[in-house]
């Protein structure tokens, strides 16, 4: 049971689990057999030794000299005495009494009292006394006992003197004066009131005879060894029987003790009570308590708080910060190394004041990119909506139908501007011949307020193109023919009117037939086809340019003719053509699928624009 | 070998400081040494046997015979066999 008792001594004292206690326990044992092993001798100290011996044995186990080892303990004389001052039974024992010795026995029963048992030590000789043959009781005292009681007290007297009774050492050796003066203890010190002016006679001085230099020396010598000598011994003592296992190694920390122990007690500095002002403790528990504050914000600097620290009279350290009147801090001194918590407490707040910041920053470049990605997708946004009315107005050609209408369709050749005149001529004898009663067109009522004069004119012109290169001598002779083939095309005249003014959006003007929603004109050519005249342009590249623009939509029956007209005082156009077609409707459906495609292939432009860009 | 010796050792042996292994030691020898007082006996498994017996009278000149307990130590087998190996 021992073991477990040590076991937990040891995993208690030194937070070690029991396996590992146990294991310590262990490993000293065997380390000191190991030792025994090799060096024949192990010391333990405040125990005692582990010596070899060498025993007699047989041939088989034993040594080559035929010896067995075996181990002796010799315990240490404080252990035997320790081990002895426990018996509470015998030690002196007459002659009378058998020789056997006695076993120890443990005694439970009441101790009666004993004679006190002198302590010895190795150092100590056994007293010498004459003791008459005594039987044993306790009641009794020996002298020898007396004897040894009073040196005991002697020597305890002499380690428990008063250091104010030293010098009388000196003063038996014959010196009137010590080497050097003892300080008195302040404790001693009587107040000052109830000192009183004592009259010291002073002893007489006591004039030594004149003694030879060698007896001098020899005095002053033995004097001086033999007072500390005295000292020494009582200390040696002491330390002998108050030294513990750990002594003998710990010997260096008690010599620090010692020092440090007398370095405590000079700083130790005495209270003073009633010396400190109260503003000054006020001001100390405002440092070191500063007040709560409460609503805090962001991202406002807080001040740091004040730390623990210590500021004032007697104060060891005498450093910190100092709160002054306006709430402001300043520090004593800067040499002072920071505290962890002043570090702490301010890493945090300097963080506070990071993360305030930072949350500023985003939020002010978050508005600037929601302000943007709102602009430009309003801005997408409108050009879809309105993308036909800019393309009206950015990427549609300039178009003069007006102009047209009034200026007369004449091939390109020089004579058409003179034959003008006599057209007009040929018009009004046409008019004013019965014959030619006929060859009015027969203009409905829609189109001859719609349309101006020049509207009968466009169409007998139609008529009478291939015959207005003729002078004006041959329109007699041309009457007939013209009558006959004018009487034969009236008819059909009659007939194709009536049918194309059915169109909804179609309106007949000299050019032809105006289809005001998909913003093109059909002109009737001399093969009586119809074609879809798109555009009209200043320049043959541009007319190109639209004729392969138009093409490259992919529509079947819209092949690209350009024709040129000039127009006099307003220049040169160049018409732009596509297609023939044998019934207005046809061509109205082909204008339609192209207005479609162009306007898909305009969105689709459109798109890719805003999506690149 | 000496304590010194021991307290390495044992320090090495177990990864300890030292000063622990002195005081783990100083733990050990005193509890002993006390309950060797108390039952005068002691047995350590694997190490041996301590006991109290009273010594031969001796005498101290013109004193007495005075007997003196004495500690004696059996050591076990397993330290024998050890030893003599």
Redesign the interface.
Same mark, same amino acid.
């Given at each position: 049971m021992?073991?477990e008792?040590?076991v937990e001594?040891?995993s208690k004292?030194?937070k070690l689990t029991t396996f590992?206690a146990e294991?310590?326990?262990?490993?000293?044992?065997?380390?000191?057999?190991?030792?025994?092993?090799?060096?024949n001798?192990?010391?333990?100290?405040?125990?005692?030794e582990?010596i070899?011996k060498f025993n007699k044995g047989n041939g088989d186990?034993?040594?080559t000299n035929g010896y067995?080892? /075996? &181990?002796?303990?010799l315990?240490t004389s404080k252990?035997?005495d320790? +081990?002895?001052q426990?018996?509470g039974e /015998? &030690?002196?024992?007459?002659?009378s009494i058998s020789?056997t010795?006695? +076993?120890?026995?443990?005694t439970e029963e009441p101790v009666t009292k004993t004679p006190e048992i002198p302590v010895l030590s190795n150092r100590e000789e056994?007293p010498?006394?004459?003791?008459n043959?005594v039987t044993v009781n306790p009641e009794t005292v020996n002298p020898?006992e007396e004897e040894l009681k009073k040196k005991r007290e002697e020597i305890l007297d002499k380690i428990t003197k008063p250091v104010e009774e030293i010098p009388k050492a000196y003063q038996q050796s014959g010196m009137t004066k010590p080497l050097w003066k003892i300080p008195v203890a302040e404790k001693d010190k009587l107040p000052v009131e109830n000192i009183k002016e004592e009259k010291t006679e002073k002893p007489p001085e006591v004039i030594p005879e004149p003694l030879k230099e060698t007896e001098k020396v020899e005095t002053v010598q033995e004097t001086i060894v033999n007072a500390p000598a005295e000292e020494k011994k009582a200390q040696e003592i002491e330390d002998l029987s108050q030294k513990?296992?750990?002594d003998?190694?710990t010997e260096l920390k008690e010599e620090n003790k010692r020092t440090s122990a007398k370095i405590e007690e000079t700083t130790e500095q005495p209270l003073v009570q009633n010396v400190i002002p109260p503003s000054v403790v006020e001001l100390h528990n405002e440092i070191t308590n500063p007040p709560v504050r409460e609503n805090m914000t962001f991202p406002t600097v807080e001040t740091p708080k004040p730390p623990v620290a210590t500021n004032g009279n007697g104060s060891a350290n005498g450093t910190g910060e100092y709160r002054a009147s306006d709430n402001s801090y300043y520090i004593w001194y800067k040499d002072v190394e920071a505290n962890a918590t002043d570090t702490q407490n301010l890493s945090f707040e300097y963080e506070l004041l990071y993360q305030a910041t930072k949350e500023a920053e985003y939020k002010s470049k978050l508005k600037i990119y929601v302000t943007t990605f709102i602009i430009f997708f309003s801005i997408v946004l409108v050009l879809l909506i309105f993308s036909p009315v800019i393309y009206k107005i950015f990427f549609k050609p300039v178009e003069t139908p007006n102009t047209e209408q009034v200026n007369e369709e004449k091939p390109v050749t020089e004579q058409t501007a003179p034959n003008n005149k006599a057209e007009q001529n040929v018009l009004k004898d046409a008019n004013t011949n019965p014959q030619n009663n006929n060859v009015t067109p027969p203009v409905t009522s829609s189109d001859q307020q719609q349309q101006p004069n020049t509207t009968q004119n466009t169409t007998q012109q139609s008529t009478t193109q291939p015959n207005t290169e003729q002078p004006k001598t041959e329109t007699k002779t041309q009457q007939p023919v013209q009558q006959q083939q004018q009487t034969s095309k009236p008819p059909e005249k009659q007939q194709q009117p009536q049918q194309e003014t059915k169109l909804d959006g179609v309106t007949q003007n000299s050019m032809g037939w105006m289809d005001d929603k998909f913003k093109v004109i059909y002109v009737k050519l001399d093969n009586g086809k119809y074609t879809i005249q798109e555009s009209a342009w200043d320049s043959d590249a541009k007319a190109n340019k639209r004729i392969g623009i138009v093409q490259s939509l992919k529509i079947d029956g819209l092949a690209g003719t350009m024709m040129k007209a000039d127009l006099g005082a307003k220049g040169t156009w160049y018409r732009v053509r596509f297609g023939e077609f044998s019934s207005l409707d046809q061509a109205r459906k082909k204008a339609e699928e192209l207005r479609k495609k162009e306007g898909l292939k305009l969105q689709a432009s459109l798109l890719l624009f805003l999506l690149t860009a | 070998m000496n304590t010194i010796d021991l307290i390495n050792k044992v320090s090495v042996d177990n990864a300890i400081t030292a000063g622990r292994a002195e005081m783990i030691i100083s733990i050990v020898i005193e509890r002993i040494s006390e309950k060797l007082k108390k039952d005068g006996v002691i047995e350590i498994e694997n190490f041996g046997k301590f006991t109290i017996t009273s010594k031969k009278p001796f005498k101290v000149g013109d004193s007495p015979q005075l007997f003196r307990n004495h500690i004696q130590f059996d050591p076990d087998k397993n330290f024998l066999d050890n030893l003599n190996v």
């Open positions: 021992l073991k008792e040590i001594k040891i004292y030194f590992e294991k310590i326990y262990d490993d000293i044992f065997s380390i000191i057999i190991s030792g025994v092993k090799q060096d001798i192990v010391d333990v100290a405040n125990f005692g582990f070899i186990s034993a040594d067995k080892k /075996t &181990v002796e303990f315990a252990l035997e320790e +081990v002895n426990g018996s /015998t &030690v002196y024992i007459t002659p020789e010795a006695p +076993v120890f026995k443990t056994p010498q006394t004459t003791v043959p020898v513990t296992f750990s003998f190694f | -």
